[in-house]
């Protein structure tokens, strides 16, 4: 039994992110503890890059914000799911500000080694989540993760647009964990 953190992207409450989130938990709670942070509850900064976590103790940022308590859920997390609305090709500002404070030594000493990928838009481009997977696989490759998979769903603009046939593939997603 593994623990999945699931960094859940999207500012809007209850939206198709939140529903494919739920339908991945729900399946994923068959047979792993997991817990989903909703990045619009907590309030992080930017980074700014100063690179000053790499010689204050413990890695910290000097920017003391809610970052430390996602910081916290890392540490216990083996595998991380990132879930997120496209917004012009892009992941949303929330959770981009999230991945960016992950600019510290002190992610080596995550117990990560996975690393999935749910993301949502309304466009049905083909190549609407190129951008994305492109960081995606990098991120995989520079950290040598284990890529735990992806749910891509297109064509859900509105509250409620996302498919039964894409909450079912977040589903069997997280049961296939």
């Keep these: 039994m593994s623990r999945i953190l699931v960094l859940a992207g999207s500012p809007r409450v209850n939206g198709n992110t939140d529903r494919l989130v ?5 399946g994923a709670g068959k047979n792993h503890v ?3 942070a909703s990045v619009h509850d907590y ?6 890059g100063c690179n000053s976590c790499f010689s204050r103790e413990g890695n910290e940022c000097f920017q003391h914000d809610d970052m430390s308590v996602i ?33 510290t030594p002190m992610r080596n ?3 990560i080694r996975r690393l999935g990928l749910i993301l949502v838009g309304a466009a049905v ?12 696989r990098l991120a995989l490759n520079f950290f040598s993760l284990e890529d735990a998979g992806t749910v891509l769903a297109r064509g859900a603009k509105d509250k409620g647009d996302v498919s039964e046939k ?11 964990l």
């Excluded at 309030?43 to 700014?48: E, G, H, L, N």
């Excluded at 481009?125 to 995606?136: G, K, S």
């Excluded at 894409?166 to 296939?176: I, K, N, P, Q, V």
């Design 22 to 26: 739920a339908s991945f938990a729900e």
């Design 34 to 36: 997991v817990e989903i």
């Design 43 to 48: 309030a992080v900064s930017p980074c700014i």
């Design 71 to 103: 910081y916290a859920k890392l540490r216990e997390a083996d595998t991380l799911i990132i879930a997120s609305p496209v917004y012009f090709y892009g992941l949303s500002a929330q959770l981009k500000a999230v991945i960016d404070r992950l600019h």
């Design 109 to 111: 000493s995550f117990p």
């Design 125 to 136: 481009l083909p190549e609407m989540f190129d951008a994305i997977l492109a960081q995606y």
């Design 166 to 176: 894409d909450l079912l593939a977040a589903y069997r997603f997280g049961e296939s």
